[in-house]
């Protein structure tokens, strides 16, 4: 049997009105889109029938709140696992992959929910799996500050191994539920996981069989040092920000570089960049569209983005006018796109409005604005020369953004044999071209 | 304009393969209907099409495990807040009502998940606050032992201060979503929590705006006289276990006397006795029915199920043939069930084996079985001389036993005018005759 030619895995971002920070106040967007379902329904639908692999929803543990953040519309929204399990009813296909993060969170709780939407879904779910680096989640949860970064990636390990612990409780086949001899379950096909460690003690066994996937696929978008190693050891799809070709080879090369020390094949991490994506007929209209959303930005809004991109900065204080002020490097998990913005901002002499401005909408993204042919040749380009095994797809605004995607450029993709026509299984491992999780206590 | 006649509520109480211990091994019931999602849809539509008030699911944080659990169909199913999030979205009316601990859970994540399947719901959530009274529960969250009696519902009132705090931390009117002047919420209309009690430490505010009923439904099933307290404060719905006509009214006229010191009207919170039904064309055929159940029971399942209902107790090394041992009152919040059971076993000198199979079908709550006419004498009379507002209607199996109370007993109530024939108002509260929760800061 010939071997399928390499095929791009497509995410969809879903971010209530969309990516860019003005979107809202765009005629075609509606401004309540956060809490609307019929909106999120629309969006899993037409993404569904454009074929893509999944679903993927951001999160924070936080409203943001103040006078700035009063003109952005990120402070009402969905929480991602009730809105998934919500929209499994309603797609039979796409992958659902949920931010959670393990810092303010409990194994045992994660662990059953994931499972829990696994089954709804009938094998669809998947698991970002993120640390919280914000001030304002850590005072949600009883603290004052945010865990450090050391200590926040030691517990987030021991989560992840006591989740999948959890996950394998279970053995495939230990449900017998012989209704004749009235043997529900195999006792010995059950493995209690009595973990006990720095962070955890949880003896389980979780109260959900073994699911779909054996385990929920696992997501991870850290860069660091730390992150990286973590994703080498236990991602199966990474999200990254990357802004060139030559650094997302880099990247890409590198992360698939660490996973066979850890026992694993290059095809069983796949990493998608995010990729903002502006297409038009021509390339005057999507730019003309672009700019639209970029003429409804206010340099206040643009300039708070910013700081939380830096690293939950405040930025209010310094002059819109003057240049991006030195800040210390933190602890928040956001230092190369720190660096990154700071290269920038010198390079092209941009004041902080005018920084602010241009990360309004892909937020340090890569940023495709163009024509259909335009924009394939640019994810080829990357998915061919070892720099992407997918995207996760940003779009300016929503539901428009990703209609036009579906309509223009997964067509291209298509015609190009560079994107499926049909799925090709009926599991988010299936489609993604992972293997079904092995038991490790089986 | 003159009052509608007062009506009584249905909720449809499900565990997947249904009430009785046996149900899975009954040909007519799919023994893997824990992890079945057509099977769920099934029953909640079912039970819309009859109008039911709300469909109410049961938690546990652990699986049952060890030789008798494994002949019980109780270690594996949906985590009740991802499947309701399902079911929201292949229904349209009737109520969502889950369990959640408050012993081993964050109000913050809790108040969220709730605000958000509210909005999925269009208002339909409800919350049934418990406490946890398991050690399996405590080993699964860091602890050896379950938290004590008083400690628990320390936590639990403060639990709900948190949770109701978060869902009013916006004015219903909070978001503007002006697009023309820029503004999305107007910072006035926010309340920032600042909780700091002796369990909590939450700063708030949600992430959710206000959500469609102003707050979800408060449920509640407590018995003893702290859990009658803070039902009597805090609950709207109280779903209770009664056996007898006198002592659901004792109960009934109890719980009702207590809301006026806390300024509540007796009409503001609905006292819902679960009631066991089985339901034939004669006596003779609903005995049969019932009895087809009790012959698929295990002995010593029938004991361990007992062990359970009486707080936790390993029964399994007691004489099945001897009598029901003398018991330590426990702290596990089952003394009023554990008087009970241990009166009844005086009463009808009846064995371990033969009160475990006893209690096999209902577990303590009233029992019927007779014709429709019969069992809808028995709910007329309990609604008119003040014992119930309502029932938690309890079937043996599923999806059968929730057919045949919509098709034989619903009918026969609504024939009476007992019971609605459409639905009142879109929201859960507006059916229940519950007013909107008014915000506590605006």
Redesign the interface.
């Known amino acids: 049997m010939s071997q399928a030619p390499r095929q791009l895995k497509l995410g969809a971002f879903l971010m209530a009105t969309g990516h860019h920070v003005a979107a809202?106040?765009?005629?075609d967007v509606p401004?309540?889109a956060g809490?609307d379902?019929k909106h999120y329904?629309h969006l899993a639908q037409v993404a569904e029938r454009a074929r893509f692999d999944t679903l993927f929803v951001a999160d924070?543990?936080?409203?943001?709140?103040?006078?700035i953040a009063?003109?952005?519309?990120r402070?009402?929204?969905?929480?991602p696992?009730?809105?998934l399990?919500?929209?499994?009813?309603?797609t039979e296909h796409i992958g659902l992959i949920s931010t959670v993060t393990t810092s303010?969170?409990?194994p045992?709780?994660v662990a059953?929910?994931f499972?829990?939407?696994d089954?709804?879904s009938g094998g669809r779910a998947g698991w970002n799996l993120v640390t919280s680096d914000a001030a304002?989640e850590a005072?949600?949860?009883?603290?004052d500050e945010h865990i450090g970064h050391a200590e926040r990636y030691s517990r987030a390990r021991e989560f992840h191994r006591v989740v999948t612990g959890l996950w394998d409780?279970?053995a495939d086949d230990a449900?017998t539920?012989d209704?004749a001899s009235?043997?529900?379950?195999?006792?010995a096909k059950?493995h209690?996981l009595n973990h006990s460690g720095d962070h955890?003690?949880?003896?389980?066994?979780?109260?959900?069989?073994r699911s779909p996937q054996g385990r929920p696929v696992i997501v991870q978008a850290g860069s660091s040092e730390t992150g990286r190693e973590l994703a080498a050891q236990t991602a199966e799809v990474v999200f990254t920000a990357q802004t060139s070709l030559a650094n997302a080879q880099a990247f890409y090369s590198d992360l698939k570089g660490r996973l066979a020390k850890f026992g694993r094949t290059p095809d069983s991490l796949k990493i998608m960049p995010g990729v903002f994506v502006v297409v038009g007929e021509t390339e005057a209209l999507a730019r003309q569209k672009f700019e639209a959303f970029q003429a409804?930005v206010?340099p206040e809004?643009g300039v708070a983005l910013l700081g939380r991109m830096l690293g939950n900065f405040d930025l209010s204080g310094y002059p819109l006018n003057g240049p991006l002020p030195e800040l210390p490097l933190t602890d928040s998990g956001q230092q190369s796109r720190q660096k990154l913005l700071t290269e920038l901002a010198g390079r092209e002499n941009l004041s902080l409005a005018e920084l602010g401005r241009k990360i309004a909408g892909g937020r340090g993204h890569y940023s495709l604005i163009g024509t259909p042919v335009q924009i394939a040749d640019q994810l080829q380009e990357w998915f061919e020369q070892g720099a992407a095994d997918g995207f996760n797809v940003l779009v300016p605004h929503l539901p428009g953004g990703l209609e036009d995607f579906a309509d223009y450029i997964v067509p291209e993709l298509q015609r190009r044999g560079l994107f499926r026509t049909e799925y090709e299984g009926s599991t988010l491992r299936e489609n993604l071209g992972l293997e079904k999780s092995a038991n490790q206590f089986v």
């Open positions: 809202w106040r765009h005629p401004a309540n809490l379902f329904k924070s543990v936080a409203a943001a709140t103040g006078d009063s003109r952005m519309a402070s009402d929204h969905f929480e696992l009730t809105l399990s919500a929209l499994s009813a309603v303010y969170n409990e045992y709780h059953r929910k499972a829990s939407l089954h709804l304002a005072q949600n949860f009883g603290r409780s279970w449900f539920r209704k009235g043997q529900y379950y195999d006792p059950l209690v955890f003690k949880v003896k389980g066994p979780l109260n959900v069989a409804l206010e809004v």
